[in-house]
């Protein structure tokens, strides 16, 4: 159920990213200053796209993952129409996009603010544990292109999506209150699911939707997914099952109204992947 979507800085070439110079603070707009100032980028090569993306004047770039046609069993089923959505981990932005064409009438895109932030499982060997400050930087950059490959999304989408970079286990009140929050595929990455749902479901009025590995039953275990033997894999924590979601879903005030699995396509091992989604609405 793993997918590398989180380069390896180490043994992994990437293009070098000074994204300072070419990423123009011109496009302003009048929001908190509390929210991320768009930003301009126009070429693709200072970007990194973790899903595939359809975007007028560039055509289909290829990516990490491919939702496109699949927004609606990825959510559930959820109708955001109408509804504000908090979309949490927003990485290239497509389901911020996507709800927004959906006709959602507020989309926040949510990631995190450092490097910092993210948390790989600490092998002795990898830089992320023996170096943390130079891994900090290294990533940093690679942040970057992730950025600059939403906001190439967003200028060519014409979005209005606003934007947060911040600590996901203390999401501010101050960003408001959202119908929806979509959680896609960013629990499993996080030493601490439950203190992270419990700060989005502070920000959450009706539905939060999660998208994740899951263990298909009801008893309360989680599944610790890293092995010594596999430093390669040092991004996914733990697996977590229904039982768990229910009790956690249940303490934070929401019930499990559906729960569904489908597979999705992961474009550069061209293979197909299995992810559940949970809908929980508040009681
Ligand atoms: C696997 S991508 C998922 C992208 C998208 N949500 C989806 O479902 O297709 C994980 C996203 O979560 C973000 N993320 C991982 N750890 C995080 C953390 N500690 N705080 C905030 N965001 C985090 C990453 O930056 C990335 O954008």
């Known amino acids: 159920m793993r997918a590398p979507f989180f380069s390896n800085m ?112 600490p092998f002795k060997d990898k830089l992320y544990y023996r170096d943390p400050e130079r891994w900090a930087k290294q990533y940093g950059a690679e942040i970057e292109q992730w950025r600059n490959a939403y906001w190439l999304c967003h200028r060519v989408l014409k979005s209005k999506a606003e934007v947060y970079y911040g600590n996901i286990y203390e ?3 101050e960003l408001g209150q959202f119908d929806i929050t979509i959680v896609g595929s960013v629990l499993e990455h996080l030493p601490d699911q439950i203190t992270a749902l419990a700060s989005i479901a502070r920000l959450t009025k009706e539905t939060i939707v999660l998208i994740s590995p899951l263990l298909q039953t009801d008893e309360r275990i989680a599944r610790f997914e890293a092995l010594a033997s596999n430093p390669d894999a040092d991004f996914t924590w733990w697996t977590y099952s229904l039982g768990v979601y229910r009790e956690v879903f249940g303490m934070l005030g929401f019930n499990i109204a559906k729960v569904s699995h489908a597979k999705y396509y992961y474009m550069y091992g061209d293979r197909f992947e299995v992810r559940s989604t949970i809908v929980a609405v508040r009681e």
């Open 171 to 173: 999401l501010p009140a």
């Open 10 to 121: 180490e043994g992994r070439t990437r293009r070098s990213a000074s994204t300072k110079s070419y990423v123009n603070m011109s496009e302003t707009n009048n929001r908190s200053p509390f929210l991320e100032q768009p930003r301009f980028v126009d070429r693709l090569e200072d970007c990194f796209f973790y899903h595939a993306m359809e975007l007028p004047g560039f055509g289909l770039i290829p990516a990490h993952w491919d939702l496109r046609g699949r927004f609606a069993d990825y959510i559930g089923g959820v109708e955001v129409a109408g509804k504000s959505v908090l979309d949490i981990g927003t990485a290239t932005g497509f389901l911020s996009f996507e709800a927004e064409k959906r006709g959602a009438t507020r989309v926040l895109s949510f990631d995190m603010r450092e490097a910092r932030q993210q948390t790989f499982l």
